[in-house]
T-cell receptor, first 111, second 115 residues
Framework: AQTVTQSQPEMSVQEAETVTLSCTYDTSESNYYLFWYKQPPSRQMILVIR??????QNATENRFSVNFQKAAKSFSLKISDSQLGDTAMYFC????????FGKGTRLHILP | DTGVSQNPRHKITKRGQNVTFRCDPI?????LYWYRQTLGQGPEFLTY????????KSRLLSDRFSAERPKGSFSTLEIQRTEQGDSAMYLC?????????????FGEGSWLTVV
């Protein structure tokens, strides 16, 4: 069965610093999608970034980028120039037939 | 397109009562998912549909839980004889799923408090 592991339950960084959130997954599929979503206190899930497994190029979205290592089954998220609004719970998702969530990393951006 | 809509957003019920949540996905999305999330935890998979067919149901779902998507559009999640342990947010998501694309849209969740 697919699993997603986020090994950092909680992290804190100073505003403007760079932070990396880790995610590893286990799958037997060759074609799948990986996502990072953030969930602020409002609880609405907000898409941060998406990666198709067949694409070798790492996805980037403004201050957010991923380091996708397919062989290692690793999908880390880097947030550059972190902002107070980045404070949220971050979930790593593996999607093929089902959506499998990691347990999340609670990220605090400190002023 | 108004996104994924969930109703009611909040429900307080007495133990033993039945509750039903509704999810209206983005129109024409063929996949619909239900998850349960408790405070500080990640969402746990409950069930999902491809059109009107329920493809999988988690073992987390006891016989008190049932979900339907009768016409392949909206879905309902019913919990019978609620227990305090059912208190959680019930999250719905939808997507247009095929092998070449998959973008997931989440509702805002339905909060259940069982007293």
């Amino acid at each position: 069965a697919q699993t997603v592991t986020q090994s950092q339950p909680e992290m804190s960084v100073q505003e403007a610093e760079t932070v990396t959130l880790s995610c590893t997954y286990d799958t037997s599929e060759s074609n799948y999608y990986l996502f990072w979503y953030k969930q602020p206190p409002s609880r609405q899930m907000i898409l941060v970034i998406r990666q198709e497994a067949y694409k070798q190029q790492n996805a980037t979205e403004n201050r957010f980028s991923v380091n996708f290592q397919k062989a290692a089954k690793s999908f880390s998220l880097k947030i550059s120039d972190s902002q107070l609004g980045d404070t949220a719970m971050y979930f790593c998702l593996h999607v093929d037939d089902k959506i499998i969530f990691g347990k999340g990393t609670r990220l605090h951006i400190l002023p | 397109d108004t996104g994924v809509s969930q109703n009611p957003r909040h429900k307080i019920t007495k133990r033993g009562q039945n509750v039903t949540f509704r999810c209206d996905p983005i129109s024409e999305h063929n996949r619909l998912y239900w998850y349960r999330q408790t405070l500080g935890q990640g969402p746990e998979f409950l069930t999902y549909f491809q059109n009107e067919a329920q493809l999988e149901k988690s073992r987390l779902l006891s016989d008190r839980f049932s979900a339907e998507r009768p016409k392949g559009s909206f879905s309902t999640l019913e919990i019978q004889r609620t227990e305090q342990g059912d208190s959680a947010m019930y999250l719905c998501a939808s997507s247009w799923w095929d092998r070449d694309s998959n973008t997931i849209y989440f509702g805002e969740g339905s909060w259940l408090t069982v007293v």
